[in-house]
Nanobody, 124 residues
Framework: QVQLVESGGGLVQAGGSLRLSCAAS????????MGWFRRAPGKEREFVVS????????DYADSVKGRFTISRDNAKNTVYLQINNLKPEDTAVYYC?????????????????WGQGTQVTVSS
């Protein structure tokens, strides 16, 4: 089992920044690739970004390239999502998730463990 807890969400103005964190406990964190997904009101959960077990490989959705940066610290069992130049369309609940596919994947069904999410709200 892997337990994931997100933090760092909040209410920010457009153009602002946030840093989300996802703290993991349980089984070996470095055995898993990690992903961030989001669910906007009235929409389905969508892929945002993934990072491989080592951190060497990342994959970003086109909508966030250049504004979002994922990183991980395996010594701290934590993955981070730096979000810059926030837009109102970034408003969503952000979830981190863990997958045994060690290079990462966009497939939501490949992720075995999920956090409860953290709300990001961007005002215009």
């Amino acid at each position: 089992q892997v337990q994931l807890v997100e933090s760092g969400g909040g209410l920010v103005q457009a153009g602002g920044s946030l840093r989300l964190s996802c703290a993991a406990s349980g089984r070996t964190f470095s055995s898993y690739a990690m992903g961030w997904f989001r669910r906007a009101p009235g929409k389905e959960r969508e892929f945002v970004v993934s990072i491989s077990w080592s951190g060497a490989t990342t994959d970003y959705a086109d909508s966030v390239k250049g504004r979002f940066t994922i990183s991980r610290d395996n010594a701290k069992n934590t993955v981070y999502l730096q979000i810059n130049n926030l837009k109102p369309e970034d408003t969503a609940v952000y979830y981190c998730a863990a997958t045994p596919i060690i290079i990462g994947t966009r497939d939501v069904y490949a992720y075995d463990y999920w956090g409860q999410g953290t709300q990001v709200t961007v005002s215009s």
